[in-house]
């Protein structure tokens, strides 16, 4: 059984900074992508960054130059440092990890930019 735990989200004023984080557990011999996605209340869940086994990483739009993906394989940890955090990245983001085939998600972690 494998299990993805995130960790890191909160209230965080426009233009300030959160880092959130994503352990995976269980049984696994290797990670292949792992990402993130976020929701929005009322939308569907997007992409907003993700990260190869090598390290290549692809970013949304919206994000691009604000937002970092980075991971530590040794750890099966995927973080995700966001920057310059405005009132439209408030969602619920969740974590996801290709694990042996398969899709594994994480519970989600609340993320609201308000001043």
């Known amino acids: 059984q494998v299990q993805l735990v995130e960790s890191g989200g909160g209230l965080v004023q426009p233009g300030g900074s959160l880092r959130l984080s994503c352990a995976a557990s269980?049984?696994?011999?290797?990670?292949?992508?792992m990402g993130w996605y976020r929701q929005a209340p009322g939308k569907q869940r997007d992409l907003v960054a993700r990260?190869?086994?090598?390290?290549?990483?692809n970013y949304a739009d919206s994000v691009k130059g604000r937002f970092t993906i980075s991971r530590d394989n040794a750890k099966n940890t995927v973080y995700l440092q966001m920057n310059g955090l405005k009132p439209e990245d408030t969602a619920v983001y969740y974590c996801?990890?290709?694990?042996?085939?398969?899709?594994?998600w994480g519970q989600g972690a609340q993320v609201t930019v308000s001043s």
């Open positions: 996801r990890a290709t694990i042996g085939g398969y899709v594994y």
């Open positions: 990260i190869s086994s090598g390290g290549s990483t």
């Open positions: 269980g049984s696994i011999n290797s990670i292949n992508a």
